[in-house]
């Protein structure tokens, strides 16, 4: 079905090939990759990029504090086309007018600098960039990990809000060549199977070897030409969860008729490798062999065939529960009681967002679903349309009233079943979602507290198949009916009436709007001579995601108050966290005024004359994870660290480039560790990394350390520092990026 070659392949004419007339150095230029990034290239090397994007996108969780960061480092106007949606409009659970002061300040903000501003529930983030925004060899950067527009001809990354500020600021988002790797797309999916399978599938093929880690991956291959559009799509937005950079698909006449459909034909042109490309490593998926596919809690990549999953469910549930009991010691999770009556049934079905609320997803849900019904019991099944235009269109094809009639329940534009605001189950329920992610709390529960639910990942086609049997989770390829294929006909009127087209049309004299919430960031610090830091989280988990760093649901209701957001920093993971930072920080906020703490005194005796190293040694705190960052682009998971203190990660690998550069942003050193050595250290233990800020300026990769241990013994530890740009040292010198701007504005 699947398959991963780690090695270098040619795309020689369209054929895999071992050889070609090209060197491999040669015909690595003939990917579009490639093409597009060197396109978008200011630098003038080509293995150091520095790119300057076409667009961006971000929404209500995070444009508020990109454009604080980018006005308190100077910005003016907005200089390339900037959309700000409302798709997580309902984060605030804790009531109050916070939600809709964000708004306003999001409109104020537009018509300030020249924006693009989607109201609520007009469109989810990235609904709105294809259809609006996208376009064949361009580049957008959102401020959402899922910024994914490969199936487009658009290569898109999901980045944090610094990165963003940084395009505010004409400035560059830098990052080496990436390695490009070939998705040799042959066959044609069978009946009943839909883009959320293919894309499960190959998550579960990369993302825990790490096979495309940072790298951009290329679809190509015979089987491309058979897939429609929305199928694409939903496949290419699932790329986030392998880990890789960005994504980008050979385009063809589907393609063309896309943005012909959308209004903007001069936005397409075709996009192919050179006869000869060269791939430095290649995934095979062959289209007709892959099976309606569920993802189990606690991550897509926990992937199994629905048929297998069903042949071996009390096993694998009860692997999940043992699994959930770890995490979480107040969960008393029962999924196991999900089988019985001669099968598995779920609590819920959700078809929503970027992923699951495409128009061929939910026109072949309505048409499994016509003339049968979901059920008078607990199970309920809910449809988010991606965005209004889709609503339209499913109205006016009657699939909408199909659904209605059948039990479903037809919700506006919404992001909110993605990550935990929105259809939150009851305790130990089991939800069947066609969303993006099934990572604890994405559901909305708050397992840390006692309560407890899980999410599994499904293809709309199977979640509708489940739906007509009344929860009995069900494959889609087990019913018999006929799907039919409806022409897409794109209407924009609604954002003609509703959408504020600003870009280009700054007006200085529009005051911000903000409300009680929307705060300022805290004064933030230059990096001292030294560094010492007390570990205030150990986390041996294989992975640990940006949702567990900063959880998302009702928390975000305070994104545009760092400092209220930053008291759930690792709640649900690390309850003791917040508390053990303020704690060190309080010491350092001490420190910086002359008066130095017995504990941190004591620390620093066990490596030198305290006395003296006081005034030249930062203290703050540190988390260690073995492999962090994997997830949301959201910057809160560094800021929040930041805000209380936080002046290092230390770990073996960052899971992503995007939560590596959010730390590096904050003025969090990204430490590694090689991976033979062995971390067993706990809370309470510090770090001290003597004459840190020499070994930045220098550049050196290298740095020593000790560990003091609470028992007063003292250990070697050789902490790394890797590949770093001359940007980024600045920025880590000078304590954060919008201390780095300062600094230049003042120059």
């Given at each position: 079905m699947i398959?991963?070659?780690?090695k270098?392949?040619f795309l020689?004419k ?13 015909a690595?230029?003939?990917t579009?990759a ?7 290239n200011?630098s003038?090397d080509p293995?150091?990029l520095?790119v300057?994007?076409d667009?961006m996108?971000?929404h209500?969780i995070?444009?508020?504090?990109i454009?604080?960061q980018?006005k308190?480092?100077g ?6 086309p900037?959309?700000l949606?409302?798709?997580h ?7 109050g007018?916070?939600n ?7 409109l104020?903000a537009?018509?300030r600098?020249?924006g ?5 529930n ?7 960039a294809?259809e609006?925004?996208?376009g064949?060899?361009?580049m957008?950067?959102g ?5 994914r527009?490969?199936a ?11 990165e963003?500020?940084k395009?505010l600021?004409r ?6 060549m990436?390695k490009?790797?070939?998705?040799y797309?042959?066959g044609?999916?069978k009946?009943g199977?839909?883009p959320?399978d293919v894309?499960i ?5 990369t993302f ?10 290329e679809f190509?291959g015979?089987g491309?030409k058979?897939?429609p559009i ?6 290419d ?8 950079l960005?994504s980008?698909?050979e385009?063809?006449?589907?393609t063309?008729g896309f943005?012909?459909?959308?209004g ?7 996009l192919h490798?050179g ?5 430095d490593k290649y995934?095979?998926i ?5 099976e ?6 606690f991550?897509?990549?926990n ?8 042949a071996n469910?009390?096993?694998s549930?009860?692997s ?5 009991r770890?995490r979480?010691?107040?969960?008393d999770?029962?999924l196991?009681d ?7 049934w779920a ?10 609320g495409l128009?061929?997803?939910i026109a072949?849900a309505?048409d499994i ?6 059920g008078?019991g607990?199970f309920?099944f809910?449809v988010?349309p ?11 094809l009657?699939?909408?009233a199909d659904?209605l009639?059948s039990g479903a ?10 990550f ?12 069947l979602?066609?969303?993006?992610r099934?990572?604890?709390n994405r559901?909305?529960?708050?397992p840390?507290?006692?309560?407890f639910?899980?999410?599994c990942?499904?293809d709309a086609r ?6 007509a049997?009344g929860g009995r ?6 019913l018999d ?5 409806h022409?897409?006909?794109f209407?924009?009127t609604v ?5 504020y087209?600003g870009?280009g049309?700054a007006d200085?004299?529009v005051?911000?709007?903000?409300g009680?919430n929307i705060t300022?960031w805290?004064?933030?610090y ?7 830091v007390?570990?205030a989280?150990?986390?041996h988990d294989?992975?640990t995601?940006?949702?567990e ?6 928390t ?10 930053a ?5 649900r993971r ?7 930072s ?7 906020k001490?420190?910086?005024?002359g008066?130095?703490s017995?504990?941190l005194r004591?620390v ?10 006081a ?11 073995n492999k962090?960052?994997d ?5 809160q ?5 930041k805000?209380?203190g ?8 960052f ?7 959010n730390?590096i942003n904050?003025?969090i050193l990204p430490?590694?560790?090689d991976e033979?050595t062995?971390?067993?250290?706990e ?8 004459h840190?800020?020499?070994?930045v300026?220098?550049g050196r ?5 000790k560990?003091i241990?609470q028992d007063g013994?003292v250990h070697d530890l ?5 590949g ?6 600045e920025?880590l010198?000078?304590g954060?990026l919008?201390?780095?701007y300062?600094?230049r504005?003042?120059?």
């Amino acid at each position: 079905m699947i398959q991963c070659f780690d090695k270098g392949v040619f795309l020689n004419k369209g054929q895999l090939s071992a050889t070609a007339a090209l060197s491999a150095e040669q015909a690595r230029e003939n990917t579009m990759a490639w093409q597009i990034l060197q396109a978008h290239n200011i630098s003038g090397d080509p293995e150091r990029l520095q790119v300057r994007f076409d667009a961006m996108v971000s929404h209500d969780i995070t444009y508020v504090g990109i454009i604080q960061q980018a006005k308190a480092s100077g910005m003016k106007e907005f200089p390339l086309p900037y959309a700000l949606t409302n798709c997580h409009n309902s984060l605030c659970a804790v009531g109050g007018t916070i939600n809709e002061d964000d708004h306003m300040f999001g409109l104020s903000a537009a018509k300030r600098y020249g924006g693009i501003y989607v109201p609520a529930n007009q469109s989810v983030i990235h609904s709105y960039a294809r259809e609006e925004l996208a376009g064949c060899g361009k580049m957008i950067l959102g401020s959402d990990s899922h910024t994914r527009y490969g199936a487009l001809g658009t290569m898109a990354v999901g980045e944090g809000g610094p990165e963003l500020a940084k395009q505010l600021l004409r400035n560059t988002w830098d990052v080496p060549m990436p390695k490009v790797v070939l998705v040799y797309l042959t066959g044609k999916p069978k009946k009943g199977v839909g883009p959320h399978d293919v894309a499960i599938a190959l998550v579960k093929a990369t993302f825990e070897t790490g096979f495309v880690n940072n790298c951009v991956l290329e679809f190509c291959g015979p089987g491309i030409k058979d897939l429609p559009i929305d199928y694409r799509n939903g496949i290419d937005v699932m790329t986030t969860e392998t880990t890789c950079l960005s994504s980008i698909w050979e385009t063809d006449e589907v393609t063309e008729g896309f943005f012909r459909t959308h209004g903007r034909p001069e936005d397409y042109k075709p996009l192919h490798p050179g006869e000869v490309a060269w791939y430095d490593k290649y995934i095979t998926i062959e289209l007709d062999k892959v099976e309606p596919m569920i993802a189990l809690p606690f991550h897509p990549s926990n992937a199994y065939t629905i048929k297998e999953f069903l042949a071996n469910a009390e096993e694998s549930l009860k692997s999940v529960e043992a699994d959930a009991r770890r995490r979480f010691p107040k969960a008393d999770p029962h999924l196991t009681d999900k089988i019985h009556d001669g099968g598995v049934w779920a609590d819920q079905g959700v078809i929503a967002g970027c992923a699951g609320g495409l128009f061929d997803n939910i026109a072949e849900a309505a048409d499994i679903l016509r003339g049968k019904f979901t059920g008078s019991g607990a199970f309920s099944f809910d449809v988010y349309p991606t965005s209004v235009p889709v609503s339209l269109e499913l109205m006016k094809l009657g699939a909408t009233a199909d659904l209605l009639e059948s039990g479903a329940i037809i919700k506006p534009s919404f992001c909110g079943p993605c990550f935990g605001a929105g259809d939150v189950p009851a305790n130990n329920g089991l939800s069947l979602r066609h969303t993006t992610r099934n990572f604890p709390n994405r559901e909305g529960s708050k397992p840390g507290e006692g309560q407890f639910a899980g999410v599994c990942l499904m293809d709309a086609r199977s979640i509708a198949a489940t739906a007509a049997n009344g929860g009995r989770i069900t494959p889609a390829t087990d019913l018999d009916y006929t799907p039919v294929h409806h022409e897409y006909h794109f209407d924009d009127t609604v954002y003609k009436n509703r959408v504020y087209y600003g870009f280009g049309k700054a007006d200085p004299s529009v005051e911000l709007q903000m409300g009680p919430n929307i705060t300022d960031w805290p004064k933030m610090y230059q990096l001292s001579e030294n560094l010492l830091v007390e570990l205030a989280a150990v986390i041996h988990d294989p992975v640990t995601t940006t949702d567990e760093l900063i959880p998302s649901g009702e928390t975000s209701s305070y994104r545009s108050n760092p400092l209220r957001l930053a008291e759930f920093t690792l709640s649900r993971r690390v309850p003791e966290y917040v508390e053990r930072s303020k704690a060190v920080a309080q010491q350092e906020k001490a420190r910086r005024k002359g008066a130095v703490s017995d504990r941190l005194r004591q620390v620093l005796s066990r490596v030198g004359d305290a006395d003296q190293l006081a005034g030249s040694t930062q203290f703050g705190s540190a988390v260690f994870a073995n492999k962090p960052g994997d997830g949301s682009a959201r910057e809160q998971a560094a800021s929040c660290q930041k805000v209380l203190g936080g002046f290092a990660n230390i770990c073996y690998q960052f899971a992503t480039k995007r939560y590596r550069s959010n730390c590096i942003n904050w003025g969090i050193l990204p430490f590694t560790l090689d991976e033979d050595t062995p971390f067993d250290y706990e809370s309470g233990d510090c770090v001290f990394v003597p004459h840190i800020r020499q070994a930045v300026e220098q550049g050196r990769e290298d740095i020593p350390a000790k560990v003091i241990c609470q028992d007063g013994s003292v250990h070697d530890l050789l902490l790394h520092v890797k590949g770093l740009t001359a940007d980024e040292k600045e920025i880590l010198l000078r304590g954060c990026l919008m201390n780095y701007y300062a600094a230049r504005n003042k120059e």
